[in-house]
C-alpha cells in the first residue's frame, strides 16, 4: 500500500528558503506523476508544482522561477525547493501522487494518495 510523509516545513521570514521532501513506500515514481499542492486557511487546495515520471515539470504562475521540484526515484522521494518565499505561500503543503497525465493533472481530484502534509509559514 502507497503512503506519502512529507518533512520539510517551517517557519521563515520573507526572502528565504525551504525545502520539502515527501518520502515514498509501496510505490514506484514509473508512469505516474506527483505533485505538491498547498492549502491556506479558508481557501480551497490548489496545486503548486507537477513532475512526471519522464521528467516533465508544471508549475502555478505564482511559484514560476522560485520553486522546483524534483524527484530521487531511486529512494524515492519528492522534493520541492522552494526559494524567494512570500508571505502569501504560507499553507499547509501536501505531496500527491496519481497517474500520468499529459502533463500532469493540477486538479486534486486527479490524485490518488496524499501525505499529511507539512506547514510552511512565511512571515514578512
Known amino acids: 500500500q502507497e503512503h506519502l510523509v512529507e518533512s520539510g516545513g517551517g517557519s521563515v521570514q520573507a526572502g528565504g528558503s525551504l525545502r520539502l521532501s515527501c518520502q515514498a513506500s509501496g510505490y514506484t515514481f514509473s508512469s505516474s506523476c506527483m505533485g505538491w499542492f498547498r492549502q491556506a486557511p479558508g481557501k480551497e487546495r490548489e496545486g503548486v508544482a507537477t513532475?512526471?515520471?519522464?521528467?516533465?515539470?508544471n508549475y502555478a504562475d505564482s511559484v514560476k522561477g522560485r520553486f522546483t521540484i524534483s524527484t530521487d526515484n531511486a529512494k524515492p522521494t519528492l522534493f520541492l525547493q522552494m526559494n524567494s518565499l512570500k508571505p502569501e505561500d504560507t499553507a499547509m503543503f501536501y505531496c500527491?501522487?496519481?497517474?500520468?497525465?499529459?502533463?500532469?493533472?493540477?486538479?486534486?481530484?486527479?490524485?490518488?494518495?496524499w501525505g499529511q502534509g507539512t506547514q510552511v509559514t512565511v512571515s514578512s
Open positions: 500527491a501522487s496519481g497517474p500520468w497525465g499529459s502533463p500532469c493533472s493540477t486538479s486534486t481530484r486527479a490524485y490518488n494518495y
Open positions: 513532475i512526471r515520471s519522464d521528467g516533465l515539470e
